[in-house]
């Protein structure tokens, strides 16, 4: 019966750890890790030396310097709370990077694959973009934290779950933004006819309206009352900002491509536009450009929170799970989820 060993040599254990023996050397003569020693003197890594050197790791990935991985293990005093939250507006502000360079790379290859040569000078979207900052007290159920986002892209998304509180942050940024107008549901109250007769009676906003429909057509979307009503509220002069309540709402899938076609093209000189969505037509999040910005209300009510639009990106999970076809969409279309009021 063979039996194994409990103790690791430092490539075993370096191996296990995922750093370099060089790495292990350093946590030692940082006083930070003591491995046990044979009697002809080779380090040896048991159960205890591995929990320990683990922990050392795992601190180093969220960005602690080995002085203060040292004042942690020794129970000496250190405001972890501040030094997480350093870290993560790090991480954070790396991550947008990281999406933006990626939505460049794939602006590169759509121009590459279309046999056009690449406009360079579009792809420095930081020179176009909007330098707006906002900063709000967020309402119920939040009760009071600060929000705020230090710029302003042509279009950004607000997704999070049913009961998330989505609407009421949307509306406090409208209350916050100079010049923002929130263009709500009751667009296609009484199947839009408000929407209709204001195209009616103003000649230049429904040419205007006709030329985008014809395109959207072309691209594949079906006219319908809610489109013309949507289009109207979005092409409407005046506010410098627009809040548009789930984009998506009625509006089969092809619209709703063809509507994100239409509106990506219009960056970056049209006004910025929040848009509401649970739609996974109106945010595809392998679409999502440089000058597009993603904001989810989480479901526990933590405060609103930009996403970078990759795979294991903070709250990038959470966002895919608020995503369905319109096909789901429509199922649960009119759902609205109740809480008791407060005494």
């Not at 790090?90 to 939505?103: F, H, N, P, V």
């Not at 707006?132 to 999070?160: D, H, K, M, Q, S």
Request: aromatic share 4%; proline share 6%; net charge neutral.
């Amino acid at each position: 019966m063979a039996c194994s060993t409990p103790f690791l040599s430092p490539s075993e254990a370096a191996r296990q750890l995922g750093v370099s023996v060089k790495a292990l050397r350093l946590y030692e003569e940082r006083g930070l890790l003591a491995p046990i020693r044979s009697a002809t003197g080779w380090r040896a890594y048991g159960e205890a030396e591995m929990t320990r050197a683990a922990v050392i790791v795992s601190l180093r990935d969220v960005g602690l310097t080995l002085a203060q991985i040292a004042l942690v293990l020794c129970g000496g005093a250190i405001d972890l709370e501040t030094v997480f939250t350093a870290q993560e507006a790090k991480i954070e502000g790396e991550a947008r990077r990281l999406a933006d360079a990626q939505a460049r790379i794939r602006a590169l290859k759509a121009a590459l694959a279309r046999g056009e040569a690449p406009a360079l000078a579009a792809l420095s979207p930081r020179s176009r973009r909007a330098k707006v900052r906002v900063a709000l007290e967020l309402p119920w159920p939040w009760g009071g934290e600060r929000f705020e986002l230090n710029e302003i892209l042509p279009l950004t998304y607000i997704t999070g779950p049913l009961g998330s509180g989505k609407t009421r942050f949307a509306q406090r940024l409208v209350e916050s933004l100079s010049g923002a107008a929130f263009l709500g549901l009751d667009r296609v109250a009484e199947d839009g006819k408000a929407a209709l007769r204001r195209l009616e009676a103003d000649a230049s906003l429904k040419s205007r309206v006709d030329g985008i429909v014809a395109t959207l057509v072309e691209r594949g979307a079906a006219v319908s009352t809610a489109l013309m009503a949507l289009l109207a509220g979005l092409e409407t002069e005046g506010p410098e900002f627009l809040v548009v309540d789930l984009l998506e709402q009625g509006l089969d899938e092809p619209t709703q491509k063809a509507l994100m076609a239409y509106l990506r093209a219009r960056v970056p000189d049209a006004r910025p536009i929040f848009m509401l969505t649970r739609s996974r037509a109106v945010l595809d999040l392998s679409a999502v450009g440089a000058d597009e910005a993603i904001i989810l209300c989480p479901a526990n009510h933590g405060p609103p929170m930009r996403v970078a639009p990759y795979p294991g990106a903070p709250g990038y999970d959470s966002v895919v799970t608020c995503l369905a076809s319109p096909e789901v969409r429509a199922r649960t279309e009119g759902v609205i989820a109740w809480r008791p009021k407060v005494a």
